[in-house]
């Protein structure tokens, strides 16, 4: 999910984990904003870090 949809699924009252890879103050800005929100650090490619 992208960073323009996070916010309109948030509204609707959906909770979401924020991952990125690589633009982790991105990732946890975004978190923070929207309601029920966690960040997570991992590249889900590699599956230890996925899990």
């Known amino acids: 999910m992208g960073a323009a949809v996070a916010p309109r699924l948030a509204a609707e009252g959906l909770k979401a984990v924020v991952n990125s890879a ?7 800005r975004l978190a923070a904003s929207l309601p029920h929100a966690v960040y997570v650090q991992a590249d889900v490619s590699d599956e230890q870090q996925a899990r």
Do not use: L, Q
């Open 22 to 28: 690589y633009s982790v103050e991105a990732g946890r």
